[in-house]
């Protein structure tokens, strides 16, 4: 590929510029944080979000929910289970994650555990009492960490318990625990 900077240039065109070929040429971006201020983010949320979107074309490995009332955690779930090649639904409450699972079976679930209306705990029984979803692995996101919350996580029939802010790293650990055959995916490296 050829990038072209226009002259006379500016300063953040020519950033840009390195931020495009960083990505796309090394497949390296800084790291994502889930659960982080998007303003603390190395790269514009924006231009995450159009990365990820470049890569929609390509062929989905799989098939992901994720389920939050904050919409920075959504998208910031969404870009990097984009990046490992994943069709991404997204729903900011129980009652619609309930509802979307009616209609559609999902190969992996991550869902928050404190959300207005019914909690994450609470879907994450029904979802595994479904014979649908019974063996779709649910992960668990929470900015609550008492060994209390975790047992309250298993109980509640959740494969694995995270807490946010959750660095890219553990995240892309899980995923490919659950779901193997994203290792097949072009890694995208991270800082």
């Known amino acids: 590929n050829v ?18 070929i960083t990505v796309r040429e090394m497949n390296y971006i800084p790291e994502l944080t889930i659960g982080r ?12 979000e159009q990365l990820a979107d470049s890569r929609t074309g390509e062929e989905h490995q799989f098939t ?3 389920v939050d009332d904050s919409q920075p955690v959504r998208k910031q779930l ?14 900011e409450s129980g009652e619609q994650a309930l509802e979307m699972s009616r209609i559609q079976s999902y190969d992996i679930i991550f869902m928050d555990v404190m959300m207005p209306g019914i909690d994450g705990y609470k879907v994450c029984k029904v ?22 919350d975790k047992v309250k996580g298993t109980l509640s029939g959740c494969d694995t318990y995270l807490t946010k802010p959750l660095q890219h790293e553990e995240f892309q650990n899980v995923t490919r625990k ?6 097949d995916v072009k890694q995208v490296l991270y800082k």
Do not use: C, W
């Open 3 to 20: 990038y072209h900077v226009r002259m006379p240039f500016v300063a953040s065109e020519v950033l840009g510029v390195f931020d495009t």
């Open 37 to 48: 201020d998007s303003d603390d983010m190395d790269l514009p949320q924006t231009f995450l």
């Open 64 to 66: 992901a929910m994720v």
């Open 78 to 91: 969404e870009i990097e289970l984009k990046m490992l090649g994943a069709k991404v639904e997204l729903a």
């Open 127 to 148: 979802l595994k009492k479904d014979v649908r979803s019974k063996n779709t692995p649910i992960i668990m996101l929470t900015g609550k960490s008492s060994p209390f």
């Open 178 to 183: 659950y779901l193997p055959h994203t290792g």
